[in-house]
């Protein structure tokens, strides 16, 4: 089975920046699409990010637009979310996931990693 760990969440003050990164146990089938997720308390969980393992097109939810970008690793079992300008509004648990159609829709996700907290203050 396809296992997702995230690393590289934490604390960090408003305007700072993150990377997380989403190492997979196998390697990413051409196709398929990658995505980031993110939880803040007391909000629904929204698709902040998504990339398309096969042609390299990427999603940004408005809100982050300009400050993330997400991108693949060379080996292509590794998934990145650079976070730049963050904010209080950027705190959450941010998980990474995969599957075959890149949307919003958590539902159309199949794998899953365990979050990682990420905290702006």
């Known amino acids: 089975q396809v296992q997702l760990v995230e690393s590289g969440g934490g604390s960090v003050q408003a305007g700072g920046s993150l990377r997380l990164s989403c190492a997979a146990s196998?390697?990413?089938?051409?196709?398929?699409?990658v995505a980031w997720f993110r939880q803040a308390p007391g909000k629904e969980r929204e698709a902040v990010a998504t990339i398309y393992t096969g042609g390299g097109n990427t999603y940004y939810v408005d809100s982050v637009k300009g400050r993330f970008t997400i991108s693949q690793g060379d080996d292509k079992k590794t998934l990145y979310l650079q976070m730049n300008s963050l904010n209080p509004e950027d705190t959450g648990i941010y998980t990474c996931?995969?599957?075959?159609?890149?949307?919003?829709?958590?539902?159309?996700?199949?794998?899953w990693g365990q979050g990682t907290q990420v905290t702006v203050s």
């Open positions: 196998t390697y990413t089938h051409s196709g398929n699409c």
């Open positions: 996931a995969a599957g075959t159609t890149c949307r919003s829709d958590p539902r159309c996700y199949n794998y």
